[in-house]
C-alpha cells in the first residue's frame, strides 16, 4: 500500500505563483514545481513545505516503503471555498493512488486547519511542520498575538482597561503633574487587573439576581446585612473622629492604631450582627445550623478582641490612653494586652466548643464539604 507525502498549502501560494494545476504529484513533479516556486519568491516559506515533502519522501522510499509525494494548493481566496478545493483535490489523489495513510507537511498553523479535512479522507500517520529557523521565534510570537486579539474576554480584559489609559494620559498630564499623572493611570489599570484578575465583576453581576431573591424570600440576613453596613459606617465615623482629636502632628502611624483601637468594637458589633442574621436564616429553614455559621460570631469577637488589645498595648505604651484598671488594679501595658490575648482565645474556644455541641456537621464533613468545593473550582 502506499504512503501519501501531503504538502498543504490553503494560502493557495504555490498554486498563483506556479500557475500549475493542483493537485500535484510524483516526485519529478513536486521536484520542477520547487524550482519554479522558488524563483518567483525565494523568501516564501511554502518552498521549505515543498522541500520537506521531498525529503520526508525520500526517507520512506531509503526504509523501502512506497511512498508518493503530492501537493494541494488553495484555490480560493475564502476559507469555505480553499477548503473545499483542498478536499476536491485530496480525493482526486485518493482515488489514483488509494493511500494506505498519510503525512501531512505544513509551514504554518493556518495550513494545520485544513488537518480535519485530510483526516476525513485519508488516515494521517504523522504530521510535520515546517519552520524557518530565522523566524521561528517571530512567527510563533505572530500567532499568539493573533489568537490573543481573536479572544474576546482577553481583549475585554487587557486591551479596553489600557486603550481608556492611554486615552487618559494627555488629559492627566495637562491638569496634573507628570507623577500625579503617572501614578493616576497606574492606579487605573491596576484596579482593572484586580476587579477582572479576583473575579469582581461576576460577583457584582450576580448581586442584584441575589438581593432579589433575598428579599422574595424573606430572609433575616437581608436586614441584618443593613444593620451591619451602618455599624460599620459608624465605627468608621469614631474611629475617624479619634484619630482627628490626637493633633495635626501626631504620627501617620499612631492615627492608624487610633482608627483601629476606637472603630474595631463597632466593626466587630456589626459582623457578629450580620453571622447572626444569617444563622436565623438556617433555623426558619428548618435545615439545622451548620457548624461554619455558628462558629463564625465568635471568631468575629476573638480577632476583634485581640486587634484591640494590640492597638490599646501601642497606644499605651505612646501614653496617648490611661492604663487600663479592673478591680481597682492599674494594668500595664503588657498585662493589658496579655488580658485581651487571654479574652480571644477563650472565646474562640467556647466559639468552637458551643458548634461542635449545637451543629449539625461534624468536623469531617466541614473538611469534606471544602474539598469537595476546591475540586468544582479546579
Not at 504555490?14 to 516526485?27: H, K, L, S, Y
Not at 514545481?33 to 518567483?40: I, K
Not at 433575616?220 to 493633633?247: E, I, K, P, Q
Amino acid at each position: 500500500m502506499t504512503t501519501l507525502v501531503i504538502c498543504v498549502d490553503r494560502s493557495g501560494a504555490i498554486g498563483r505563483a506556479t500557475n500549475v494545476p493542483m493537485p500535484v504529484a510524483g516526485w519529478e513533479a513536486v521536484r520542477s514545481l520547487v524550482t519554479d516556486a522558488g524563483l518567483d519568491d525565494p523568501e516564501d516559506a511554502s518552498v521549505n513545505c515543498l522541500l520537506e515533502s521531498l525529503r520526508v519522501a525520500r526517507d520512506l522510499r531509503d526504509e523501502r516503503e512506497e511512498s508518493v509525494v503530492a501537493v494541494v494548493s488553495a484555490e480560493s481566496d475564502t476559507a469555505v471555498g480553499a477548503d473545499r478545493s483542498i478536499a476536491s483535490q485530496l480525493d482526486d489523489l485518493v482515488e489514483r493512488y488509494d493511500p494506505r495513510a498519510a503525512i501531512v507537511v505544513v509551514d504554518s498553523a493556518e495550513d494545520e486547519r485544513v488537518l480535519p479535512v485530510v483526516e476525513s479522507r485519508i488516515p494521517v500517520d504523522s504530521v510535520d511542520r515546517v519552520v524557518v529557523r530565522q523566524a521561528r521565534d517571530i512567527e510563533s510570537t505572530y500567532y499568539l498575538l493573533k489568537q490573543f486579539l481573536a479572544d474576546e474576554q482577553l481583549r475585554s480584559t487587557i486591551l479596553v482597561p489600557f486603550g481608556v489609559a492611554l486615552l487618559l494620559v494627555p488629559a492627566l498630564f495637562y491638569w496634573f503633574s507628570a507623577g500625579e499623572a503617572i501614578a493616576g493611570v497606574a492606579g487605573l489599570l491596576g484596579a482593572a487587573l484586580l476587579y477582572k484578575g479576583l473575579a469582581i465583576d461576576r460577583f457584582v453581576a450576580g448581586m442584584p439576581e441575589r438581593v432579589r431573591e433575598a428579599l422574595y424570600a424573606g430572609q433575616v440576613s437581608v436586614v441584618t446585612y443593613v444593620v451591619a453596613g451602618g455599624l460599620a459606617l459608624v465605627g468608621g465615623f469614631f474611629g475617624f473622629l479619634a484619630a482627628s482629636d490626637l493633633g495635626p502632628g501626631s504620627p501617620r502611624l499612631v492615627e492608624v492604631v487610633e482608627f483601629a483601637y476606637a472603630a474595631v468594637p463597632w466593626f466587630a458589633v456589626a459582623g457578629v450582627t450580620a453571622a447572626v442574621g444569617r444563622l436565623l436564616d438556617e433555623l426558619i429553614r428548618d435545615e439545622g445550623i451548620r457548624t461554619p455559621y455558628l462558629n463564625l460570631p465568635f471568631v468575629i469577637a476573638a480577632v476583634a478582641l485581640v486587634v484591640r488589645g494590640f492597638a490599646g498595648y501601642f497606644l499605651a505604651q505612646e501614653a496617648i490612653h490611661e492604663p487600663l484598671s479592673m478591680y481597682g488594679m492599674t494594668l500595664t501595658p503588657v498585662q493589658q494586652l496579655a488580658a485581651f490575648i487571654v479574652g480571644g482565645i477563650v472565646v474562640s474556644l467556647v466559639g468552637v466548643k458551643v458548634a461542635s455541641d449545637v451543629g449539625t456537621e461534624t468536623l469531617e464533613d466541614v473538611i469534606d464539604a471544602e474539598r469537595d468545593a476546591e475540586g468544582q473550582r479546579e
